[in-house]
């Protein structure tokens, strides 16, 4: 299992901006698709992005597409996620996860969970 700690939440306004960073611990970081999942309060997990185990694939919601954008440095052990045109439905915990195979967008197959990060955006 990897371990995955996400940073970079915190109050922004509407169409604002933030990059969340998700450090992953291991040397098989590269083994791993990644994926960025949100939840906002009362309502359940939802697949916010996702990046192949070599980055050269993506896959988003359709509520963000066009906003946000992940991307990966397999060298840093690290995946992003930059947040742009910010709105306050995008209010959320943020989970990073990983899954040791191919690219996913179903939560159930990612084995390994950050902490999350909060994301308040203020209208």
């Known amino acids: 299992q990897v371990q995955l700690v996400e940073s970079g939440g915190g109050l922004v306004q509407a169409g604002g901006s933030l990059r969340l960073s998700c450090a992953a611990s291991g040397r098989t970081f590269s083994s791993y698709a990644m994926g960025w999942f949100r939840q906002a309060p009362g309502k359940e997990r939802e697949f916010v992005a996702a990046?192949?185990?070599?980055?050269?694939?993506?896959n988003y919601a359709d509520s963000v597409k066009g906003r946000f954008t992940i991307s990966r440095d397999n060298a840093k052990n690290t995946v992003y996620l930059q947040m742009n045109s910010l709105k306050p439905e995008d209010t959320a915990v943020y989970y990073c996860a990983a899954r040791l195979a191919f690219v996913a967008m179903d939560a159930q197959d990612f084995g390994s969970w950050g902490q999350g990060t909060q994301v308040t955006v203020s209208s």
């Open positions: 990046i192949s185990r070599s980055g050269g694939s993506t």
